[in-house]
């Protein structure tokens, strides 16, 4: 048993060293070495009491460490898994998680074991769970306060500036492909925290896009990327439009029973979560929404960067002020006539969210 646990020590150990070589020219973050009898030991043997969050491909369990509590994330090596190269994904992840542990809405990687058949990684705690909690789950054992709509923009604009940084700090652009509340876990102070760098590529150097399979969430692929298994940053811009209607709505993105290429948003009752008040007549929801729809564009050119998303939603927080919103109402600002009705019949109106993004377009909002 130890003879294998050498083994595996050296193999994972000795891949993870090649791809720091090959992406950050051998740059790294220092981080711990768990052996597996300690992880074993601090998760009571991954107990499903402990157990915090489950993707099917792995799972996510409280432990403690030195009187610490961490977060530990076990990958299934029995998971058939529907992509090649599970193993040399996980150890991608962990060089890219050492990069981007020091930016403070990415949840801090501590440490990996090398020791298992797949790398088990270990991360700071995240003390208030995961963001899908915002989004409705009769069978989720945790219920949370509704967040107020400034507060979602809040968390909406720190993932955008997460997700500009991937883009832009590093010699080459990384693309992360799952840009998705699922993927977020949240801090004592409602700040997201990104974890999962499972599909993140890099664009190759002289390259404008980067060739992989297609993977993850189908409504959360722009759709070039989708035919043609090319991605570029507007893969993620698009991702994030979907997730910020999710914040705005407080229903999820996606309806895999229908069909894949639609698409489909069921924006249920209302755009605006029923729960939130909206503050200023409406003001930020119709921001918002605008930003939205450029960020959903079928066409990657007409989508903003990550970094103009992350500048405007920063000046939308700025008009959510009560003194802005007070004169941006008296000015009379407004849509057009056929936005004019209320959000939720607009919604059943238009259920499917491409729809309803080319709809509006074509009324020029």
């Known amino acids: 048993m130890a003879k294998r646990r050498d083994e595996l020590f050296l193999k994972n150990g000795s891949l993870l060293l090649e791809k720091l070589v090959c992406s950050f020219n051998g740059k790294s973050n220092p981080i711990r070495s768990f052996s597996d009898k300690e992880l074993q030991k601090a998760t009571n043997n991954y107990s499903s009491a402990l157990d915090l969050h489950d993707s099917g491909y792995y799972k996510c369990y409280k432990g ?29 992840e962990i060089a890219i998680a050492t990069q981007m542990s020091a930016h403070k809405n990415v949840l801090k990687l501590l440490g990996c074991c090398l020791e298992t058949q797949f790398p088990t990684l270990v991360y700071e ?53 799952d840009i998705r509340l699922d993927n977020f876990f949240l801090d004592q102070d409602c700040a997201p925290k990104l974890f999962n760098f499972f599909f993140c590529i890099p ?30 940053e507007k893969n993620d811009v698009f991702s994030f439009g979907t997730l910020l209607l999710e914040l705005l709505t407080g229903q999820r993105g996606y309806d895999l029973s229908q069909d894949e290429t639609a698409l489909l948003l069921n924006c249920g009752d209302g755009v605006v979560d029923a729960t939130i008040p909206v503050e200023g007549e409406g ?36 008009l959510g002020s009560e003194d802005n919103l007070r004169s941006k109402s008296a000015s009379g600002m407004s849509l057009p006539a056929h936005l004019q009705q209320q959000p939720w019949q607009r919604a ?17 909002l």
């Open 203 to 232: 664009i190759p150097e002289g390259e404008t896009h980067a060739t992989d399979e297609v993977m993850g969430i189908t409504g959360n692929i722009a759709p070039e990327s989708l035919e043609t298994g090319k991605f570029t």
């Open 348 to 364: 059943r109106r238009l259920p499917h969210w491409y729809l309803l993004a080319e709809k509006m377009r074509e009324n020029r």
């Open 125 to 177: 705690f995240p003390m208030d769970g995961s963001l899908s909690h915002l989004s409705p789950n009769p069978n989720r054992r945790i219920k949370s306060q509704p967040l107020l709509l400034k507060s979602r923009l809040r968390i909406a604009w720190e993932i955008a500036n997460v997700a500009a940084y991937l883009h832009t700090a590093f010699a080459r652009p990384f693309i992360h492909r």
């Open 64 to 92: 403690s460490v030195d009187d610490r509590l961490i977060c530990v994330r076990k990958f299934d090596p029995n998971y058939r898994y529907p992509f090649e190269g599970p193993l040399e994904r996980i150890i991608n």
């Open 283 to 318: 003001i930020l929801e119709q921001q918002v929404y605008k930003l939205f729809l450029r960020c959903s564009s079928l066409t990657a050119e007409e989508r903003p960067t990550m970094v103009d998303v992350s500048k405007e939603l920063r000046q939308i927080l700025r």
